[in-house]
Antibody, heavy 118, light 110 residues
Framework: EVQLVQSGAEVKKPGESLKISCKGS????????IGWVRQMPGKGLEWMGI????????RYSPSFQGQVTISADKSISTAYLQWSSLKASDTAMYYC???????????WGQGTLVTVSS | QSVLTQPPSVSAAPGQKVTISCSGS????????VSWYQQLPGTAPKLLIY???KRPSGIPDRFSGSKSGTSATLGITGLQTGDEADYYC???????????FGTGTKVTVL
């Protein structure tokens, strides 16, 4: 069974750093792209970027380029999303999702809620 | 602001049909596959339709997708209370070099 399991909720202060994770299982982790999606409170889905764990090829949405870093450790089948200096506006639910052929996202993590507040 | 436009909400009585439109351009819908996602309250999105009109295993045939030119449509027949959710279209945008989601549509079962 394909699963993407994300790390737990985080509460941080502005200016702090953060790295959240997404662990894949039940499939060949290095053979599928993993994307990250933001959902701010009460808002829609926003695509942030994507990584191919096989060679760490990474693409970013222009809206998120320079704001976050996407990485992966294929040895432990885990993708990451990190911030070096959080802002209150980073408060959101973050989802990882597997990209399959036909360019769609077929399996999703359960989401990681990030709250940034002083 | 998303480049894919959906109606904010649609509604119908149980058993009826609703359609949700997704309007884009030649840089996205016009030249790429469209997929659709259902997000039930408090849960992660779920793939409903891929490659414009295909259903993943386990998705009932009450859900259908179509595409014409720079627009796509999701149809839901035999509406059930369990279908109350937000629905998003998505596709690759070649001009932005980014995946884009639609603005989202809330389906209400009256």
């Amino acid at each position: 069974e394909v699963q993407l399991v994300q790390s737990g909720a985080e509460v941080k202060k502005p200016g702090e750093s953060l790295k959240i994770s997404c662990k894949g299982s039940g499939y060949s982790f290095t053979s599928y792209w993993i994307g990250w999606v933001r959902q701010m409170p009460g808002k829609g889905l926003e695509w942030m970027g994507i990584i191919y764990p096989g060679d760490s090829d990474t693409r970013y949405s222009p809206s998120f380029q320079g704001q976050v870093t996407i990485s992966a450790d294929k040895s432990i089948s885990t993708a990451y999303l990190q911030w070096s200096s959080l802002k209150a506006s980073d408060t959101a639910m973050y989802y990882c999702a597997r990209r399959r052929g036909g360019d769609c996202y077929d399996y999703w993590g359960q989401g990681t809620l990030v709250t940034v507040s002083s | 602001q998303s480049v894919l436009t959906q109606p904010p909400s649609v509604s119908a009585a149980p058993g009826q049909k609703v359609t949700i439109s997704c309007s884009g351009s030649s840089s996205n819908i016009g030249n790429n596959y469209v997929s659709w996602y259902q997000q039930l309250p408090g849960t992660a999105p779920k793939l409903l339709i891929y490659e414009n009109n295909k259903r993943p295993s386990g998705i009932p045939d009450r859900f259908s997708g179509s595409k014409s030119g720079t627009s796509a449509t999701l149809g839901i027949t035999g509406l059930q209370t369990g279908d109350e959710a937000d629905y998003y279209c998505g596709t690759w945008d070649s001009s932005l070099s980014a995946w884009v989601f639609g603005t989202g549509t809330k389906v209400t079962v009256l």
